[in-house]
């Protein structure tokens, strides 16, 4: 079946890094996602990863993709209070419709 | 330029009534879709259309009906309001079904009592 899996909760301190781990089950999943949602607002696109790809940087952000595994990871360098979010993986198996995860939700310790 | 917008932001509904949640999007794009999200649930789709006059279910689509007459509105419609339907929705359209962004409205709270 169709399934995105994600822990719920995670708390980084400032400054560290904060690794967010999804996975998924169905290889034919095109792109992968994450979004982001800030606290009374709708998600938005965080980056993607195509599924030829290994990793992608962008800034503070690095996406790992293991498809032997099915694996997907986010990396955010040097975590700031503004990255308090809940970031949600996502994939679109035969590009039919897009598959979310529960979320989870980062929390900054000071 | 809008992207998608819904309204209202907050409703409160007696067991019973009937709403319209309304959303609309300014980018031309064809695939809409109606989530809800409730606590430790994630998001879950409720119903989407791949373009006007086409819509169809998604995985919770019990008490919810919808309409897609143009490229822009996809209304949601509640029939007859449940507590079980207190939730968060939200609306996202795509320039096509399972295209790299989905863009999404900033939601409508909503509470049945």
């Known amino acids: 079946g169709e399934d995105v899996e994600q822990s719920l909760f995670l708390s980084v301190r400032e400054g560290d890094s904060s690794v967010i781990n999804c996975t998924y089950t169905?290889?034919?999943?095109?792109?992968l996602y994450w979004y982001k949602q800030e606290p009374g607002a709708g998600l938005q696109l965080l980056t993607y990863?195509?599924?030829?790809?290994d990793m992608k940087q962008d800034q503070r952000l690095t996406v790992l993709l293991n498809k032997k595994d099915k694996h997907l990871s986010l990396r955010i360098a040097d975590t700031q209070t503004g990255d308090s979010a809940i970031y949600f993986c996502a994939e679109t198996p035969l590009r039919r419709k897009i598959i979310f995860g529960k979320g989870t939700r980062l929390h900054i310790l000071p | 330029n809008a992207g998608v917008t819904q309204t209202p932001k907050f409703q409160v509904l007696k067991t019973g009534q009937s709403m319209t949640l309304q959303c609309a999007q300014d980018?031309?794009?064809?695939?809409m879709s109606w989530y809800r999200q409730d606590p430790g649930m994630g998001l879950r789709l409720i119903h989407y259309s791949v373009g006007a006059g086409i819509t169809d279910q998604g995985e919770v689509p019990n008490g919810y009906n919808v309409s897609r007459s143009t490229t822009e509105d996809f209304p949601l419609r509640l029939l007859s309001a449940a507590p079980s339907q207190t939730s968060v929705y939200f609306c996202a359209s795509s320039r096509t079904r399972g295209n790299t962004e989905a863009f999404f409205g900033q939601g409508t709270r909503l509470t049945v009592v």
């Open positions: 990863i195509f599924s030829n790809m």
């Open positions: 980018m031309n794009h064809e695939y």
């Open positions: 169905d290889s034919s999943s095109t792109y």
